[in-house]
């Protein structure tokens, strides 16, 4: 695991989702039509007043339609088991047998359309994890500078350490600090920015408010008319900046899916892929300081 000197001040930071090893994906039927019936009947119960009797989200996010895929398409059936298990309800979390976990899984493939079968789907993270959830066409459209709405206010420099550079440390410091043990109050006189705002909502939360921040941040790279700090335009139309901005964007999707184990060695170990990431898109835009943005 790599440390986290030196990586804190990158502010960029970019993953790349590990290729998955699963054979099967949820278009070739696996639960059964009276798992899923188990699972509406749990949902309604535990789940409708928050993602809606349809699934289509309320107060929290909806559970089918492209928004939904973007987040959990192309991952592991145990990576959204995981964020059930560990997360719901949001009142009362951790509660839930693994029987029930799966069926509630059932009940959102069988709202999303995919086919049932004849075999129920298995509640262990092996069964789990062999398992993709298929994307399909809903998948989102990488982000392109001409779809940003909004003109540039801060420079490069400013949005990368207003936003990259705390959120990235949020998540780097789960290194060293498990979020599910209480926060200790920082010295008095002291400002730590993965400290700062503690009790205002549970550790965890922050951690994925920080993964959420960081995927958000991705069409800020490609704001036409943006400046680095120097003064130099930012090359929001050079292909390889796209790829970066691109892989920001899934960087906090990855960091997302990962903070929803509420496991400290799983976050810890996608840190390393934040880690490389930064690495790649220094070494083309920093630290060889050549004629294009060097932030």
């Known amino acids: 695991m790599r440390t986290l000197t030196g990586l804190f001040a990158c502010g960029l930071v970019i993953v790349l989702v590990p290729a998955l090893d699963a054979q099967r994906t949820t278009n070739d039927s696996v639960y059964t039509d009276a798992q899923a019936a188990r ?40 990576a959204l088991a995981a964020k059930i298990r560990n997360t719901m309800p949001a009142a009362d979390p951790g509660k839930l047998k693994p029987s029930e976990v799966a069926d509630l899984v059932a009940y959102i493939l069988q709202t999303g359309k995919f ?30 500078g001409s779809q940003v709405p909004f003109p540039a206010f801060g420079n490069l420099a400013q949005v ?26 920082a010295p008095a006189g002291s400002f730590s920015w993965s400290e700062w705002g503690a009790g205002i909502y549970p550790v965890w939360q922050m951690v994925d408010y920080a993964a959420d921040a960081i995927a958000e941040s991705a069409p800020l790279m490609l704001t036409p008319g943006r400046r680095c700090e120097n003064g130099r335009p930012v ?27 509420r496991n400290q060695e799983t976050v810890s170990e996608a840190t390393n892929q934040l880690a490389d990431s930064c690495l790649h898109c220094h070494q083309v835009y920093r630290d060889k300081r050549g004629p294009h943005c060097t932030p």
């Open 39 to 78: 699972g509406g009947s749990l949902y309604r119960e535990k789940c409708a007043t928050c993602h809606g009797n349809a699934l289509e989200g309320r107060s929290a996010p909806p559970l089918t339609g492209s928004g939904f895929l973007t987040i959990w398409g192309a991952q592991a059936l145990s």
């Open 115 to 144: 086919p049932s079968g004849q075999n129920e789907l298995g509640a262990d993270e092996a069964a789990l994890k062999s398992i993709v959830l298929a994307a399909g066409t809903a998948q989102a459209a990488a982000p392109t």
């Open 160 to 185: 990368m350490r207003g936003i990259l550079f705390p959120s990235s440390n949020m998540i780097f410091n789960v290194q060293l600090h498990d979020p599910s043990e209480p926060v200790k109050p």
């Open 235 to 261: 090359p929001v139309e050079r292909p390889d900046w796209i790829k970066f901005s691109q892989e920001l964007a899934e960087a906090g999707r990855a960091a997302y899916r990962a903070s929803q184990t």
